[in-house]
DNA sequence: GAGTCATATGACTTGTGAGTCATATTACTT
DNA sequence: AAGTAATATGACTCACAAGTCATATGACTC
């Protein structure tokens, strides 16, 4: 947790600073990120940083802990009304759609938060990481026993397989999506997702369905 | 490229000196890995390392070439048979298996060369590596365009979308057999690859027909 | 055994960047 | 306005590890 130096500061300064290191951190790594230039980029002195956090680590897991609240502060009511009753096949769909604005809005955040999720900075691994990785898991978990019970999703094959599969497809997809918008710079993500509409229907299709011919 | 004083060294040794340098960067990743310690695992002088290789950039860069050759010199039988004609369905059983042997026998370099190919040591990547990811998918599209001709893929999907939706669904499931060996240390690889097969099967299933109820 | 390569060695140099600290500045109190 | 507490600053320290190099060892030739 950073030092209460930190949280006395104004809003405004407390957000200067985080970017500055989260962006830091998405461009070089964690063992390059160097916070002489976060404090830079912050405007801000270097024993300033110092002053806020006790060590680099704890400014890491600090950018982790932050950009996740602030997704959810931003974006949360679409995640709690997505954990209600929604099908899984709809999941993609909205999972993308959503993503695409996040990428649009909070493009460095989005990012960063998917590097971690996918264990890059694994030398900075430490439990929140990984609570955060087994409530996706779980909701994942969760919306297939909900769909077995509603009779869409085929009861002969183990929950633990089914999440795997989804999980599988549509962290692929998204990097897909991730990879479009992060090769192309801000341009792309300018333009309307509805340009990947057939390519998420035919994923959602392929989940439904599967690739084999009728 | 290693230096000529490198590849004058008897067989054993460069084995050595690669499989220290390998382990080395899977413990502690590129940054945090130690060249002396490398050395001294392989029972060499730090100099000596220096004799062989210009840098610590050449020296990760060759263990990312060396372990890949080896597992084609030590396993390409196996993927040029599966490059001619097999059923993609089939593809997603015979790749696990193969995987789990390479495991039992290689348990390092599969690891290693896993995490080089899911974009962990992202600072030194180099366009080998590039290279090393856009032949799989090649390989895949591949696959996919024999399993159209020959009538068991569905025509109706765009390749590209059905190749993400392979390789994300056998990359995950990839990961999740390397996490069973990788938590349970040694001792799980003993055990045999059959254990498995009902879980090979059920995502085989679903990559066939998919996760909707009939 | 003298002379000439090729290789091995580990103490040393050096760049780097995390973390410190004495001092300056600002903010707040009476 | 004087006094005190909180924060800001950037020059400085210092540990670490990549990379160097002078010297030692060995291998091979005549």
């Known amino acids: ?81 997505s954990e209600r009753h929604i099908n899984v096949f709809e999941y993609m769909y909205e999972n993308s759609k959503e993503m695409w604005t996040q990428l649009k ?4 955040l989005v ?38 019970e509603n009779g869409y999703i085929r009861k002969d094959i183990d929950d633990s397989i089914l999440a795997i599969f989804m999980t599988g497809v549509s962290m692929r997809f998204k990097e897909y999506l991730m990879n479009k918008a992060r090769s192309a710079g801000e341009d792309i993500v300018d333009e309307d997702f509805s340009q990947f509409e057939k390519e998420v229907k035919g994923i959602s299709e392929l989940l439904r369905n599967g690739m084999g011919e009728k």
């Open 111 to 148: 990012i960063f938060l998917q590097n971690v999720f996918l264990g890059k900075y694994s030398s900075v691994k430490d439990e929140s990481m990984e609570f955060m990785i087994r409530m996706i898991d779980q909701q994942v978990l969760k919306m297939i026993r909900e769909g077995k």
């Open 1 to 81: 947790m950073p030092k209460d130096t930190f949280f006395n500061l104004e809003e405004e300064k407390k957000e200067k600073v985080m970017r500055a290191a989260i962006n830091e951190f998405l461009l070089h790594g964690y063992e390059n990120g160097n916070i002489g230039t976060v404090a830079k980029n912050a405007g801000v002195a270097k024993g300033s940083m110092y002053q806020y956090f006790e060590s680099k680590k704890e400014l890491f897991l600090f950018c982790v802990k932050w950009s996740t609240e602030l997704m959810i502060r931003k974006y949360g009511k679409h995640l709690t009304r």
């Open 105 to 108: 809005e909070e493009r460095e």
